[in-house]
């Protein structure tokens, strides 16, 4: 299976146009020494139906949300995809066509673009999103960055709560070991799962350059953005709010009405299947006053020469084809496809079912959370107010999750890796997919 | 009766709404029953928000129209020809699609006991081997969500490899020739950029490097073929130069499609490199992504490679979430997994035999557009191109057509345009990337527009600077989107007010 | 091109407009005609120091920025409040309501290195004069029209 059409006789019409008698010749200025090892030890090519049977033995190998009981979030997130979101993005209009640089033939990716940009400002109650970023790690990466090129010389401490993913704190930390006026601090959390309001405002002061809450935190953890958006206006400390579950979004307040200056986070959750975790799209939205220096792609309105309305990349001075070494980023190639998944998502739930799915996570987490207190013996963690995801702790977990997974329940995701001080402890995410007989099974399977 | 007014003989309505604008109060697609007892009552008021002001609400088919007439709306290789030079638009197989839709690939959470997702861990096993393979170098990490972020990946294994032997230096060599996202990452690593100039053959030359090579250059970024479709004959050459002052050797992938079967870079003297997944690869655009950038290096560089990293135990794949002097996570779980897996499958497909293929015929069809195109065009260096090449727009330029005229009217042929204004050390480049999987019919048919056009730039130039007259929407307004940018639809906002 | 008299011009193409110790600085209209449409000023703030041969600011068209070089030393005391909502000035009118910044000199000595009217001229002629040299090279060339099918 090739995808090459040439048969010998096209082969033959084409060299003799060229001038070359063989394609050998083609690349004869290119070093005998290199050309005689360059060969490409792999087997040979499989007809589609080998290729097919070999990648399914593979899927066979993995458990699957369908297949088991994944009380699993932390980020990612199992979430009812409606059919129609698949169907749009497999139009090959939208996989195949490149970047827009020539808008003239791309209005449909451009103007969906423009419809995402407005939907993510209209759920995060922000002023100004850009077109998508790779994930909500770089995402948080990059605000910090922004928040660097908008700071003066003399702010350059950042603050990230403990209670942000761990992933999102590596990749924070890797993004920033290369730029040497920058300083990590990490702020600790507290009984109710959030960030120690009481030690962030002792370390803000006028080098505080931003800080970084997840809203909600990767315990699930709601937190009051207001004291801690006071707290870094009076230091002068920027603000960035990181969510990695935005279907919280269709009930809970928005960054934007806390003032937050940058909002960013992951968008797996509208409408992007779980993928192993990418791919998936990173959000970024903030306010307008900084539009000229966020990262990644922007899409305007504009007008044609015979007045009618279209859109095009704007802004582009920012970015590393016109700026190189001067740019606000070195984004090229992002996440495109998945962002127009969240905008068909989002354009089928709507209003309505955005609130609706939001509820429905609510009660379901937060019923769950209460009878595996009651009935399967766990210990509560944090005392914060919860989306759809909880901390317990329990005796032994070694041999519940052993138990669990003979009846094809994984409860959720231990904690030690991350945080040594949470012994026993375990995150669960509770969504609009667990049925409730599956939640019946999981306190069932727990209490033993 | 005489012949009806252009209004008149077409009433379709052509200019899509947006969704905002097609909303009405109460329409909804999704129903989703009610829990019982009132969820909102379990968040404090506080953090609870009003409805989402401006959110769509529409029907499904509603939504699908709306959707699918932007699709109309798009160019797409499916749809025809897409010479972008070094963006590789070759065909996107389907059985890739087919296979990342399988539910143990799409449906597997990243945080599950890895005893549970061997499949995918042998998956991505097996892909680390296979380009380890294809580049010729050692070790493999999957990890970067696209080229520019291998990029940086990759710089960030050099700094830290100088900064374990006492200094990270502070300059990386990038020619005139780089694409944007390498002096972007230079600086995004902390690094000082020096540009060097390609000579009159539109290569680099060793002593042009070595001019400016000394103990705080930390590495030389090359593309090899560059920018202009050139093979960098003297790699071997400037990667001794660098080597020689403790410096190390940058690999910029993206126009690996050219060297299959031709060529190594692990054989180049380059020391870390990254692939464009999304190009070589088949994986699909998507209107801007997602695509993937893993990057490969040789046994030095290995300590430094991100985290996690995959390791074999026996016949289990286990993840190593922990390794000292590795430059950290570059990003969240493990990567743009489904686009691993698309690659995979297309690796798998082609074999190493197909591969070669793919870059043989890469070059025939590259070499055969430069033959047919080159005494209507200027090329803008007379040297044996590999699986691109690049015109200026000299000759037409006499009757004041430029390259961005070329290309709009190349719109309304039908064609996507090839990429233009690049490599800025080309005036008015035009860039021509055919790819292997497109008939030779295809490229006479491209050829054929880009002939007539040739004659009309010089017999009727208006109509090619007044280009494109036949797409659904003609030349952009760009200076006004950037005057003032308006980013989002807001209430009350339409296109009679801007 | 013809330049206006009494200005002082730099080879960045800034023009300069001296009076007494101040001087206004703006960008010429081979500049701006090179840039196209511009749709964003960057300037300094009133108060900030610029230094003769450094940047002090930069113009954006929609495909390329331009850095804009300081052609004297001094302090800035004014900036024209009317480029920020209306860039296209520059285009429109280089020299007079397009003008960028207001300075006060820290040394006059400066204003010697720059051109006046007629060597600015010159010196403009010769830099149209090496972008036609490319294009001439170019003349030279076969230009069969047959194409080989």
């Not at chain 2, 499904?60 to 897409?82: D, W």
């Not at chain 2, 070094?86 to 059985?95: A, E, R």
């Not at chain 2, 999957?142 to 050099?158: H, N, Y």
């Not at chain 2, 006479?444 to 017999?459: C, H, N, Q, W």
Request: aromatic share 8%; charged share 25%.
């Amino acid at each position: 299976m090739r995808y090459t059409p040439h048969t010998p006789a096209d082969q033959e019409r084409m060299l003799k146009t060229i001038g070359v008698a063989s394609i050998d010749g083609l690349f004869e200025h290119v070093p005998k020494s290199l050309r005689e090892r360059a060969k490409i030890n792999l087997p040979d090519g499989l007809t589609e139906l080998a290729v097919r049977q070999q990648l399914a033995a593979l899927a066979s190998q993995n458990a699957t949300a369908g297949d088991w009981s994944l009380f699993l979030g932390g980020g990612v997130y199992r979430h009812f995809i409606p059919s129609a979101v698949d169907a749009m993005i497999s139009r090959s209009e939208f996989s195949t066509s490149y970047t827009p640089y020539q808008p003239e033939v791309s209005q449909g990716t451009l103007q969906a673009l423009f419809e995402y940009q407005t939907l993510i400002c209209q759920l995060t109650g922000m002023e100004v999103s850009n077109a998508a970023v790779y994930d909500g790690a770089s995402a948080a990466a990059e605000a910090v960055l922004m928040a660097r090129r908008i700071q003066p010389t003399g702010r350059r401490r950042v603050l990230v709560s403990r209670a942000l993913h761990p992933h999102y704190r590596a990749v924070i930390a890797t993004y920033v070991k290369n730029l040497i006026d920058v300083r990590l601090e990490e702020i600790p959390f507290d009984g109710t799962g959030g960030t120690d309001i009481a030690a962030l405002t002792e370390r803000l002061d006028d080098q505080s350059m931003c800080v970084l809450v997840g809203y909600p935190n990767f315990f699930g953890i709601v937190e009051d953005l207001a004291p801690i958006k006071s707290a870094c206006a009076r230091a002068g400390a920027q603000l960035i709010a990181v969510t990695s579950e935005p279907l919280a979004f269709g009930l809970l307040k928005p960054p934007g009405e806390f003032a937050v200056d940058i909002a960013v986070g992951e968008g797996q959750s509208l409408g992007v299947p779980m993928n192993l975790g990418g791919p998936a799209f990173g959000f970024f939205a903030c306010q307008k006053k900084f539009v000229r220096n966020i990262p990644g792609r922007l899409v305007g309105e504009t007008v044609d020469s015979d007045g009618r309305r279209g859109f095009v990349l704007t802004l582009a001075t920012r970015e590393q084809h016109i700026r190189r070494e001067k740019a606000t980023s070195n984004i090229c190639t992002s996440q495109t496809l998945c962002a127009l998944a969240a905008t068909v998502y989002l354009s089928l739930m709507g209003k309505s079912g955005m609130r609706r799915v939001a509820e429905v996570n609510v009660a379901r987490a937060h019923e769950a959370k209460a009878r595996l207190i009651e009935q399967a013996k766990l210990e509560p963690v944090f005392s914060g107010p919860f989306f759809n995801e909880f901390v317990l702790r329990g005796n032994d977990l070694n041999q519940v999750f052993t138990r669990s997974a003979k009846s094809k329940i994984v409860p959720g995701i231990r904690l030690e890796q991350w945080y040594p001080e949470l012994t026993d402890c375990f995150l669960s995410c509770v969504t609009e997919m667990n049925e409730r007989q599956e939640i019946d099974r999981l306190v069932r399977t727990i209490a033993g | 009766m005489s012949e009806p007014s252009q209004d008149r003989k077409s009433r379709r309505v052509t200019e899509p709404n947006l969704l905002f604008e097609s909303s009405s109060p109460g329409r909804n697609s999704i129903v989703w029953p009610a829990e019982a007892g009132d969820a909102a009552a379990l968040i404090p008021p506080a953090l609870l928000r009003d409805d989402i002001a401006g959110f769509p609400e529409l029907g499904e088919l509603e939504v699908l129209r709306h959707f699918t007439r932007l699709s109309q709306r798009n160019f797409a290789i499916e749809s025809q020809f897409y010479p972008l030079g070094s963006c590789t638009m070759k065909y996107n197989p389907k059985i890739n699609e087919v296979v990342a839709r399988f539910p143990g690939f799409a449906e597997i959470h990243p945080l599950a006991p890895p005893g549970m997702l061997q499949g995918a861990l042998a998956l991505l096993h097996g892909l680390e081997i296979m380009l380890a393979e294809i580049s010729g170098m050692e070790y493999v990490s999957l990890q970067p969500s696209a080229g520019a972020q291998g990029e940086l990946t990759g710089l960030m294994l050099i700094r830290a490899y100088l900064a374990d032997r006492g200094n990270p230096r502070r300059k990386i060599i990038v020619p005139d020739t780089a694409h944007g996202t390498n002096p972007a990452s230079s600086t995004l690593c902390g690094y000082e950029v020096i540009q060097i100039s390609s000579n009159d053959h539109g290569v680099i030359d060793a002593t042009a490097v070595a001019r400016v090579t000394d103990e705080e250059v930390a590495a030389i970024m090359i593309t090899n073929p560059n920018t202009l479709g050139l093979f960098e004959s003297n790699i071997e050459a400037i990667a001794e130069v660098v080597h020689g002052k403790g410096g190390l050797v940058y690999l910029d992938g993206a126009n690996l499609n050219a060297l299959m079967g031709i060529a190594k870079p692990g054989h180049m003297g380059v020391d870390v490199l990254h692939m464009n997944l999304h190009k070589t690869f088949s994986t699909p655009h998507g209107g801007g992504g997602p695509g993937a950038g893993p990057v490969a290096v040789n046994g030095q560089l290995r300590d430094y490679l991100p985290v996690p990293r995959l390791v074999k135990q026996g016949d289990r794949f286990e993840l190593l979430e922990d390794a000292p002097k590795s430059v950290g996570r570059v990003r969240s779980y493990f990567g743009n997994f489904g686009v691993l897996v698309r690659a995979y499958t297309y690796i798998l497909s082609l074999g190493g035999d197909g591969l070669e293929q793919a870059s043989r015929m890469a070059l025939l069809n590259a070499n055969y557009i430069r033959r047919r195109l080159e005494k209507s065009y200027q090329i803008a260096f007379d040297e044996p191109c590999m699986h691109e090449c690049i015109f200026t727009d000299r000759i037409q330029h006499k009757n004041g057509v430029s390259t961005l005229d070329i290309a709009k009217r190349l719109l309304d042929y039908g064609y996507h345009p090839p990429t233009i204004y690049f490599p800025l050390v080309v005036s008015g480049a035009l860039m021509i990337e055919p790819t292997e999987t497109e008939t030779p019919e295809t490229l006479d048919g491209f050829v054929d527009a880009m002939l007539a056009i040739a004659r009309e730039a010089k017999e009727e130039p208006e109509l090619v600077q007044q280009a494109p007259h036949s797409t659904p929407v003609r030349r952009l307004d760009e200076a006004r989107a950037a005057r003032k940018p308006v980013l989002r639809w807001e209430r009350g906002s339409s296109a009679a007010d801007s | 091109m013809e330049f206006p008299q009494g200005l002082k011009y730099s080879k960045e193409h800034e023009w300069v407009l001296v009076d007494g110790n101040t001087a206004t600085i703006g960008i010429t209209e081979y500049a701006q005609e090179e840039l196209g449409d511009i749709v964003y000023v960057e300037l300094p703030d009133v108060g900030e120091k610029i230094v003769k041969d450094d940047p002090f600011g930069a113009v954006e068209s929609v495909k390329a920025v331009s850095d804009v070089y300081a052609p004297v030393s001094g302090t800035v005391l004014e900036i024209n409040d009317v480029l920020p909502d209306n860039p296209e000035t520059i285009n429109d009118d280089p020299y007079g309501d397009g003008w960028m910044i207001r300075v006060e000199l820290s040394d006059k000595d400066d204003l010697k290195d720059l051109m006046d009217e007629e060597e600015y001229a010159e010196y403009v002629a010769q830099q149209k004069e090496e972008d036609d040299d490319e294009e001439d090279e170019s003349d030279d060339e076969d230009e069969e029209e047959d194409e080989d099918k």
